[in-house]
């Protein structure tokens, strides 16, 4: 009875915890705190929010983690740059 029971309870704090998502949330919150800086008392509060969920992309999603660090640096050895635009400067018909 006591394992139906303890069953139960974990089925209901699941329903809840996927119907209200307080994971997103707390995440929004966490990053809103943290943007002044880390002198104001919210930071220290949301900085384990952020490392938490910062080594959950990286073990779930590392593939993924790894291309966004790429494209935020801004140096992705795929991209090349188109050829520099030339003019033709020897016309001689110019007013």
Do not use: Q
């Not at 949330?25 to 929010?49: M, Q, V, Y």
């Not at 490392?51 to 090349?80: C, E, I, K, Q």
Request: proline content about 8%; glycine content about 6%; cysteine-free.
């Amino acid at each position: 009875m006591t394992v139906l029971l303890a069953v139960a309870a974990a089925l209901a704090v699941g329903y809840l915890a996927g119907r209200t998502r307080p994971g997103p949330r707390l995440l929004s919150w966490a990053e809103d705190a943290a943007t002044p800086g880390w002198r104001t008392w919210k930071f220290w509060p949301a900085a384990p929010i952020i490392l938490t969920a910062v080594a959950f992309m990286w073990t779930v999603h590392p593939r993924r983690t790894l291309a966004n660090v790429r494209s935020w640096r801004g140096d992705d050895p795929r991209a090349r740059r188109s050829p520099a635009v030339t003019f033709d400067t020897t016309r001689k018909d110019r007013r």
